[in-house]
């Protein structure tokens, strides 16, 4: 079965940190770039975070940058989004995805996802 499986989340204090993983099962992670979305209370889906199928390239959307780090493990299929000053406007559902290429370009358009996860909670609250 293929499927993309997230975890990590749960209810952090505003500044606090999480790491988020997400580990593909069915399929070799590494052939992809690999993304995060996230989906807000009353909001759009939208890119957080891309890397590259080698992880030498990576790719940020502007309010995270500096503050979230993504990686991945291609020997473990398994793909990370450490998350460091969070503030409440982060609270979303985390979704990881699949980008059907190995570069990040375009990535954040979400038409060129291959496959999704059912994501996480991050919610961000004193």
């Known amino acids: 079965q293929l499927q993309l499986v997230e975890s990590g989340g749960g209810l952090v204090q505003p500044g606090g940190s999480l790491r988020l993983s997400c580990t593909a099962s069915g399929f070799t992670l590494g052939y992809y770039a690999m993304s995060w979305f996230r989906q807000a209370p009353g909001k759009e889906r939208e890119g957080v975070s891309c890397i590259g199928s080698s992880g030498r390239s990576t790719n940020y959307t502007d309010p995270v940058k500096g503050r979230f780090t993504i990686s991945r493990d291609n020997a473990e299929n398994t793909l990370y989004l450490q998350m460091t000053s969070l503030k409440p406007e982060n609270t979303a559902v985390y979704y990881c995805?699949?980008?059907?290429?190995?570069?990040?370009?375009?990535?954040?358009?979400?038409?060129?996802?291959?496959?999704w996860g059912k994501g996480t909670l991050v919610t961000v609250s004193s």
């Open positions: 995805a699949a980008w059907r290429y190995s570069t990040c370009s375009g990535y954040a358009s979400g038409t060129g996802i291959d496959f």
